[in-house]
């Protein structure tokens, strides 16, 4: 806010003495004036700070990029190591976010093949060790979440609700409604990155 202030002030001086030298000047008036050097100085920090700004917003979309790919990384590691075994169709593969369309598709597809065909008990097990050993490095997570934008953080408290429920079965509604929830959500995070243009590989 403190930026827009003194540009807008900046702005404003710079205006006032523009109209100064527009209808006071007179011939010789750029020589030994000073309000011709107070308009050169005004152009010049409004330009400073506008590169400044440019640079720094730069700055912080390569930061939640960075951040934004190391929550996926885990994302991708849970995608991996518990659905392997289901039809191609529903695996989103390597799950990068320039593949967003894909990532959506295939998430789609293994909701819909949960929904119908319910969960083995095999995998219930395994889904259920998973989030045992991890729902803690994903609760400690949520704080670097919130700092890309609103709809990672919300969708990354969500997956981590909801493999706390999976860990602590008696708190489920039932692992197969939990793992559904925690892909619904995982699609929820993928498209805050693509609406927010926050991935590796965003033009």
Known sequence: MREKIFVGVTSFVLIALLL?????????FLINNLVPEFIGVCIEFIIIVLAFNLWQKKEEK????KV??????????????????FPLSCQPGRFYGKDHTNNQKCLN???????????????KSGVQTYCNNEK????NLIPVASQITNNHFK???RIAYFMNSIS????SKGIDHDVIKILQHIKEFDNAS??????VGAV
Do not use: M
Not at 62 to 65: K, L, P, Q, S
Not at 168 to 171: A, G, N, T
Not at 194 to 199: K, R
């Open 109 to 123: 597809d293994l909701i819909a093949h949960i929904e119908s065909n319910g969960l083995t008990e095999g995998f």
């Open 136 to 139: 803690e490095i994903f609760n």
């Open 62 to 65: 390569d930061n939640n990029i």
């Open 68 to 85: 934004e790919r190391r929550l996926r990384e885990f994302l991708i590691f849970f995608l991996k190591n518990n659905f392997q075994d």
């Open 155 to 157: 969708s990354w408290v």
């Open 168 to 171: 602590f079965e008696s708190k």
């Open 194 to 199: 693509f609406q927010s243009n926050l991935y």
């Open 20 to 28: 100064v030298a527009y209808f006071k000047g007179e011939p010789g």
